[in-house]
């Protein structure tokens, strides 16, 4: 409980994990941001594709190891594909 609280903030979409009835029974407003993070969830879906294509895991951790062979870490151009 915390008898101070004047409304329920949420960034992003959904209020699936929230009691949404009990907040309306205080008279506590829930709002969220529906869309709001929908530029960085693509950013960063686009920065995944990157890592795994060119491998950037396995490369971080063979220089972690000392080994610099660049066997089996090359991936391919993503010129002229759609994302």
Do not use: S, W, Y
């Not at 407003?29 to 396995?58: D, K, S, W, Y």
Request: contains cysteine.
């Amino acid at each position: 409980r915390c008898p101070q609280l004047c409304v329920v903030a949420r960034a992003g979409v959904g209020l699936d994990n929230l009691d949404t009835a009990a907040a309306a029974r205080r008279g506590i407003p829930v709002v969220f941001a529906p869309g709001g993070n929908a530029l960085t969830v693509a950013e960063h879906t686009l920065a995944l594709i990157l890592c795994l294509n060119r491998r950037i895991h396995r490369a971080f951790n063979r220089v972690r190891e000392g080994n610099f062979a660049l066997d089996g870490l090359m991936g391919f151009d993503l010129h002229g594909k759609t994302a």
